[in-house]
């Protein structure tokens, strides 16, 4: 494990390797980002399935970053998890699937910046993040075929310059921050903002991807060369986009 990421749960994990089977089991991506999915297809991972969480994203009060990020993670993968089991019938009484979720949060110490949806909110998150450093927490949550569910925490730290009023006017018109977390994003026009990280860059698009190999491997999905069903099938007519 690198050193930004914590491993928070992995239940049972000594029966883990039992999973392991001849047969491909299917992988079903819980996001509507499709940063999630082109950062997965990096490593070559295309998941079967792509399946948006529908659940309330809201942040309970005096709720963490590190521990929104986290509920977020697990309870997409939950949520989706139990729709696979009420649509299908399975003999174990669990959805016969690995199902993976992702979620992004921007904070400043412990204040939780939105994803953008407004012009107006994306101003405040820029000028907030401008010359200064904050956390960027990734959740990420893996159920698996058994009922078993795996979780990780990762942060990554990212430094802004300080920020003038044409370059937010000039992020702003570019559109690249809406929808995304604190009201950027690093592999858009924004990356000239940053004067250096810490921690696992793909963490801060959407997904560490180590922490997902990794993971993947101890539950034995093996990914190496797997194509899926080259996202044969969308579960929502949603339009995909940011990095929720």
Known sequence: MNASASLLTFRNADRVSKLRQDKQTPLVLASASPRRLGLLAQIKIFPDEVIPADIDESPRQYESPAHYALRMAVEKAEYIAEGLLKKHTYPTGHADAFVLAGDTVVATARRILPKAE???????????????????????????????????????????????????????????????????????????????????????????????????????????????????????????????
Request: charged residues 20%; glycine residues 14%; contains cysteine.
């Open 118 to 244: 407004t012009a107006q909110q994306a101003r405040d998150c820029l000028a907030i993040l401008s010359g200064r450093r904050h956390l960027v927490y990734g959740g990420v949550a893996l159920h698996l075929p058994s009922g078993q569910l795996c979780q990780r925490i990762v942060k990554s730290r990212v430094s802004f310059c300080r920020l003038s009023a044409r370059d937010i006017d000039q992020y702003i018109d570019s559109g690249d921050w809406q929808g995304k977390a604190g009201g950027y994003a690093i592999q858009g026009p924004a990356a000239r903002f940053v004067r250096d990280i810490s921690g696992s860059y793909s963490n801060i698009v959407g997904l560490s991807l180590y922490d997902v190999s990794a993971m993947l491997n101890a539950a034995g999905w093996y990914h190496i060369g797997h194509h899926g069903g080259k996202n044969r099938k969308l579960g929502s007519r949603k339009q995909l986009k940011g990095r929720s």
